[in-house]
């Protein structure tokens, strides 16, 4: 009787799993900005995750094939959305050690951890500060959709 509960419980559930999604060796590709979250220093839970307004949502990170990269900012002017800042950067990433390397005109290179990379979401810590002032530093993690 037990295998025959246990046989129908994995046919219940085969099927409506999703697999989990892949990473990708890569961030090429056009990504949307879609907001941002915290990583707690002292106990790794999120906390105080924010969605990009409708202005925030148009900002872009495009990665190139050929180690270039395209970030652009917006941000209100009165009522209207408008391109703040377009950042050019070369970049590199290391897949084993979800590394990403930015570095803009030539300048400094700045490595962030890469949180989440797979087919539809991309997210990299762009500061580490005490954002919650609980006396250790935490994650401010950014969160970019797939757009292409």
Same mark, same amino acid.
Request: glycine residues 8%; aromatic residues 10%.
């Given at each position: ?6 046989? +129908? +419980? ?16 890569s ?14 220093? +002292?106990?790794?839970?999120?906390f ?11 900002d872009?990170?495009?990665?190139? +094939? ?23 950067y ?59």
């Open positions: 009787m037990a295998a025959l509960l246990s046989l +129908a +419980a994995c046919s219940r559930n085969s099927g409506t799993d999703e697999p989990a999604p892949q990473p990708l060796s961030p090429v590709g056009k990504w949307k900005y879609t907001g941002r979250k915290y990583i707690n220093g +002292a106990n790794g839970t999120v105080n995750p924010q969605t990009a307004s409708n202005c925030e949502g148009q872009t990170f495009v990665f190139k +094939a050929d180690g270039t990269a395209v970030e652009t900012w917006h941000s209100l002017s009165g009522s209207n959305c408008v391109v703040d800042d377009t950042r050019n070369t970049y590199s990433y290391n897949a084993q050690t979800k590394e990403l390397t930015l570095t803009q005109g030539g300048g400094t290179p700045k490595t962030h951890e890469v949180v989440r990379l797979d087919n539809n979401t991309f997210e990299y810590v762009y500061n580490i500060y005490d954002e919650n002032s609980d006396g250790t530093p935490d994650k401010e993690v950014y969160i970019w959709t797939r757009t292409n």
